[in-house]
């Protein structure tokens, strides 16, 4: 069915019908939404069987996540930014235990300094933390995603995280095909655990494991990893099937077969780097794009297939390894490690920096002249970066640069009064 509707309200649905029995809510923004609307759904009674939990911190949340899914049942939770790093202890736990919890990550900036808008660095500061990681360009891709996701997690018995843009997606009101409940129900069977606690077979479970034997239990961890690679195309295609919809899968590509220049990102930028790309094509500019979908695991093989005939590559990625420079970019350099190619890393967007076309247009020209830096910060403004390194030269006591910086171009963040 055809409706326009808010992303987090598109997700709850998703999610809803794919009928998960303990949903545990923290509420931390741009994810608040979803489980207010899943929520709202519990408490009307439309989802039944379903035990909404307010819990007290995202700790808690994932806490009550692993223990329902040990306990055999279907659990979701979602959150963002400084929420998921106050659960990355149990994170870690989810992932190590082999719990296929699905959760929603509403990409946005980690702090200090506090932003609440978009990038990626939340999800990829736990890209080895063990939990599959997909992310979505659109509301229906990420609608579509979380489905998937359900059937992924519990077939190979791992958690998943679906990614979706904070504000720019979450908040973005989108017309997609809600699909109905037969639909999922025919997609997704009911949820039989590989693994679960038995209170008739008390066990422990994470319990210690020593030298003879951690490194073979992290391989296995490893191991389904690659398992997923081969199963989400298999399930992309199973999902188109009934649903009608080519969605998922590990890479997307858009007009690159003839490309000499491929721009390769993941999420909402997508689009914007499609409609650049659209334009450039009318001049006669041979370019393209490669999608990510699957972060993690990471498609090294059909990465490879997919950039090899290009003459360069160019990584636009929201997130940034202070001291190296990309994320995003290492892993696409692994997979080119045999190829020759020109190779540029730009960093784009961070704590929600508009991407514009007409900042792309000139980036895209000056990459196909091979003119870019290796490293390049889209939009960075080098004046006001400058201003501040040279106080940190010439004064001792020169304080710290966000709130400097912020008195430079006269704004004034907080006051205490």
């Known amino acids: 069915m055809l409706k326009q509707t808010e992303g987090s309200h598109a997700v709850a649905e998703a999610v809803a019908l794919c009928r998960p029995e303990v949903i545990c809510a923290y509420p931390i923004s741009p994810q608040t939404h979803i489980v207010e609307g899943i929520g709202e759904m519990v408490k009307s009674g439309q989802l039944t069987n379903c035990e909404f939990i307010n819990v007290e911190s995202e700790f808690a949340a994932m806490s009550v996540a692993i223990g329902a899914s040990a306990a055999g049942v279907r659990a979701y939770t979602a959150t963002a930014s400084q929420g998921l790093l106050y659960m990355v202890e149990a994170i870690y736990n989810a992932s190590g235990l082999g719990l296929p919890i699905v959760m929603t990550v509403a990409n946005r900036a980690i702090g200090a300094p506090i932003n609440i808008w978009n990038d990626h660095s939340d999800s990829l500061s736990q890209r080895d933390c063990g939990w599959i990681q997909l992310f979505a360009e659109t509301n229906q891709e990420a609608l579509d995603l979380h489905i998937q996701a359900f059937k992924l997690a519990e077939e190979l018995s791992l958690p998943v995280m679906v990614c979706m843009d904070g504000f720019i997606l979450t908040h973005a009101y989108e017309r997609v095909d809600m699909p109905s409940q037969e639909q999922v129900d025919s997609f997704l069977p009911p949820y039989e655990p590989r693994q679960v606690l038995d209170t008739t077979d008390p066990i422990s479970i994470g319990a210690m494991v020593g030298p003879e034997a951690f490194m073979e239990v992290r391989y296995l961890a ?159 403004d080098w004046n006001m970066v400058n201003k501040h390194l040279e106080r940190e030269r010439t004064v001792r006591r020169s304080g710290p640069a966000a709130e400097n910086i912020l008195r430079d171009v006269g704004v004034i963040a907080s006051k205490i009064s």
């Not at 990309?326 to 190829?339: F, H, K, N, P, Y």
């Not at 508009?354 to 900042?359: D, E, F, G, H, V």
């Open 222 to 380: 490893h191991a389904k990893q690659m398992q997923a690679l081969e199963r989400i195309p298999q399930l992309a295609k199973e999902f188109n099937t009934i649903f009608g919809r080519d969605t998922g899968g590990l890479v997307h590509t858009y007009k690159s077969e003839d490309a000499e220049t491929i721009v390769v990102a993941m999420g909402s930028v997508l689009g914007t780097i499609k409609d650049t790309i659209d334009e450039m094509r009318t001049s006669g500019v041979k370019i393209g794009v490669l999608g990510i979908t699957s972060y993690r695991p990471f498609p090294l093989e059909e990465v490879r297939q997919a950039l090899q005939n290009a003459k360069r590559v160019v990584v636009l990625e929201k997130s940034m390894a202070v001291g190296i420079g990309g994320i995003l970019s290492t892993d696409v350099r692994l997979a080119l490690s045999s190829e020759r190619l020109n190779g540029y890393t730009v960093v784009a967007g961070l704590g929600g920096r508009a991407i514009t076309k007409k900042s792309l247009h000139e980036l895209f020209s000056q990459a196909n002249r091979d003119e870019l830096p290796a490293l390049t910060f889209l939009d960075l």
